[in-house]
């Protein structure tokens, strides 16, 4: 199985449309929360309306898991904390959503929202006991926030993580951990677009702006990691201890060349996608 991982894609439609284009060559794609962009001039509303029919072309072509991040907070609960209540929607899609848990021959993926207050993440803390009770070998949780003082999570003056997804973490050592927020991380000094913590692989893609977005690939029949950037292509074996810096790919493999072959989606936008 290969999955594409993305997150902070911030309405950026360039890196949408990419996504559209390169989602059929993947098993699932793991969309790590910040679809959208509370600082656009474009209305919440309509971003939402956009970024559902761009979801709805990649789940038509794959499978598709979006988990929650801040910017995609458009509602709150009875008690006062924000929710997302539009990513609750694209289960309509057959995409798996916060709260979700989806299996995929021996790997467990869990979806995790974000929190803004103690009942919410007392539903992530309740939706991991429940799923740590019978989950195959191998265990991968989207929660948009990386863990807290990890290379992750650094921004470069301090760590911006999440101390109780340590704690999780800790407790129920999943196979891998797929976040982002931290913008910056993998490009700073003492920051990583990788991590581990325990038996726990890390991981934050990072955001650049321009086509394509920043994107990891899962190899997880060959048990490797590839991070992908302008101008950067590296890759970790999943199977081998903690090690920095990550190898540089020298030879590509099939997939990686016929991503880079992609039509700029500039030239033949998705009609769908449009509006």
Same mark, same amino acid.
């Given at each position: ?12 439609? =360039? ?98 929202p974000w929190w803004d207050g103690p009942l919410v993440k007392q539903r992530i803390a309740d939706q991991l006991r429940d799923a740590s ?12 926030? =990386? =863990? ?15 101390v109780e997804l340590v704690q999780w973490v800790m407790q129920y050592q999943p196979s891998m951990v797929i976040s982002g927020h931290v ?25 650049? =702006? ?49 991503l880079g072959r992609i039509a700029d989606p500039s030239l033949a936008r998705p009609r769908a996608a449009a509006g």
């Amino acid at each position: 199985m290969r999955c594409l991982v993305v997150a902070d894609l911030h309405y950026s439609l =360039p890196q949408l449309d990419w996504l559209v284009s390169a989602a059929p060559q993947f098993d699932l794609v793991i969309f790590a929360g910040d679809a959208l962009d509370i600082g656009s001039m474009v209305d919440f509303r309509a971003q939402i309306v956009v970024v559902k029919k761009y979801l709805a072309l990649i789940a038509a072509q794959t499978r598709v898991i979006l988990c929650s991040g801040n910017h995609d907070l458009d509602e709150r609960n009875a008690e006062g904390e924000k929710i997302s209540r539009w990513i609750s929607e694209v289960r309509e899609l057959g995409i798996a959503c916060d709260g979700d848990n989806l299996t995929i021959g021996d790997t467990l993926f869990t979806v995790c929202p974000w929190w803004d207050g103690p009942l919410v993440k007392q539903r992530i803390a309740d939706q991991l006991r429940d799923a740590s009770l019978n989950h195959p070998r191998r265990w991968i949780w989207a929660h948009h926030a =990386p =863990p807290a003082n990890s290379p992750t999570s650094w921004g470069g003056k301090r760590f911006f993580g999440d101390v109780e997804l340590v704690q999780w973490v800790m407790q129920y050592q999943p196979s891998m951990v797929i976040s982002g927020h931290v913008h910056q991380s993998p490009f700073i000094r003492d920051g990583s677009w990788f991590d581990r913590l325990g038996q726990t692989w890390v991981f934050n893609a990072g955001k650049q =702006p321009g086509r394509p977005p920043t994107h990891i690939v899962l190899d997880l029949d060959a048990d490797k990691a590839f991070w992908l950037a302008a101008g950067e292509t590296q890759w970790i074996d999943l199977d081998a201890p903690l090690k920095r810096p990550a190898s540089y790919i020298e030879e590509p493999p099939d997939w990686l060349t016929s991503l880079g072959r992609i039509a700029d989606p500039s030239l033949a936008r998705p009609r769908a996608a449009a509006g």
